[in-house]
């Protein structure tokens, strides 16, 4: 008889982030990030988000001398800075073994250059893994998750200076020494390919910073800097706390030609192969020769230090995580029907319903994922992010999102197929557990949880928590370590 079970220890739970969920922006010594300066465009097209994402030296300094909150939905998050005993109890009523997290770089080191970090920063996330600990609940905690000093942006146009490695390694290494304690999974970068689709957000370049033509020549070279940088703080983890692993952070990007005509075969298999290149640099240790010879065609020349390579090869990651949210298509033909995704553009699927914001829902797709990336690098894998986003409407102090749970049974049903077949997935964390503002068009009314959150995209609401339907299916889910996933 087939066992409907998930491996034992499989860590259940979801995935948040701090620029989304904290609020608090400007008290306690919090600098500002990059997430904070990012607003909320009510005009524009949910779908365009090349346009929500945009960002100029103008905008930044006007966004940094507005002391309010009211453009900046990022600014006031959900309020987890005071409620996170009351958002963790939920976490820990719906049996949560696992919560992925991440530490905001500027409530500990305001503008990045400190050489101290500030105190109350450092209470703030030792009081979290505290109450985390007694709930027993095990974090996976991501270092950099979108929250880089925007002082640092301004006065290096951020990852394009080598020296950002040294703040960055400096606030690292207090993250290790504050909270090795309480955190055995660490991740070094969030979706570290997103610098490429969104460079200020993912490393803190504004574009009009770069000189004419260097654009894509400064994003590879920041990259480079954040792959010797999640090196070196691998290195500092693994002799700062025994028994720790470290892993990478991937957006997986699953790609199909539109057609079996060769050339759109072609083009999918390339945009997979420049999915891969971020992961393979982090898990092989060292640039795949395809990508060097991509960029040289380009005319892009990565400056090496002397040991970059060194560092890369002797400091691989323990295991991969990723996030899927969607699949995409691919195709020549430049008529080919386009839709949006995880901040891309992609051939629309006639095979795939979208959401409310043109996301493809592909379950198979990612029994697909596992399988793809699993036969790649042969190291445990975890889905750290995956989730739909809707408008959710409460109607008598819940919600009925029947279409969530469907989502989620769905593409369990195709992890447990994975599994089955060999792929070692040791985790996975829902985004969100709780709705929190969208990272990509600082929404509140784009909403993944399995709690209602009661405010909107203005600010608006009482903040009161509320259990929606799939609360309960999910608590069910992890009660039966899956089990529950095939009832009727």
Known sequence: MKNLAFPDNFLWGGAIAANQIEGAWNIDGKGISVADIATYKPNLDVKDYVAHMAVTCEGVMAAISDPSDKNYPKRRGIDFYHRYKEDL??????????????????????????????????????????????????????????????????????????????????????????????????????????????????????????????????????????????????????????????????????????????????????????????????????????????????????MFEEGDKQLLKQNTVDFLSFSYYMSKAESTNPDADRIPGNTIIGVKNPYLKSTEWGWQIDPKGLKISLIELYDRYNIPMMIVENGIGAVDKLEGGTVHDHYRIEYFKEHFKQMKEAIDEGVELIAYTSWAPIDLVSASTSQMSKRYGFIYVDQDDEGNGTLARYKKESFYWYKKVIETNGKAIYDK
Request: charged fraction near 25%; glycine fraction near 4%; proline fraction near 5%.
């Open 89 to 302: 109890a939920l976490f820990a009523e719906m049996g949560f073994k696992t919560l992925r997290l991440s530490i905001a770089w500027t409530r500990l080191f305001p503008t990045g250059e400190e050489l101290t970090p500030n105190p109350e920063g450092v209470e703030f996330y030792k009081n979290v893994f505290k109450e985390m600990k007694r709930l027993a609940i095990e974090p996976i905690v991501t270092l950099s998750h979108y929250e880089m000093p925007v002082a640092l942006s301004i006065k290096y146009n951020g990852w394009v200076k080598r020296s950002v490695i040294d703040d960055f390694v400096r606030f690292s290494t207090v993250c290790f020494d504050q909270f090795g304690a309480y955190v055995k999974y660490w991740l070094t970068f969030n979706e570290i390919d997103s610098i490429y689709r969104h460079p200020f957000t993912t490393a803190g370049i504004i574009p009009d910073k770069c000189k004419d033509g260097q654009l894509e020549q400064d994003i590879y070279q920041a990259l480079h800097h954040q792959f010797v940088a999640s090196a070196l703080v691998t290195k500092i983890a693994r002799e700062k706390i025994a028994d720790c692993k470290i892993g990478c952070m991937l957006t997986k990007l699953t790609t199909y030609p539109l057609t079996c005509k060769p050339e759109d075969v072609e083009l999918a298999l390339q945009k997979t192969l420049d999915n891969y290149f971020y992961a393979d640099v982090q898990i092989k240790g060292e640039y795949p020769k395809l990508t060097l010879a991509n960029l040289k065609q380009k005319g892009i020349d990565i």
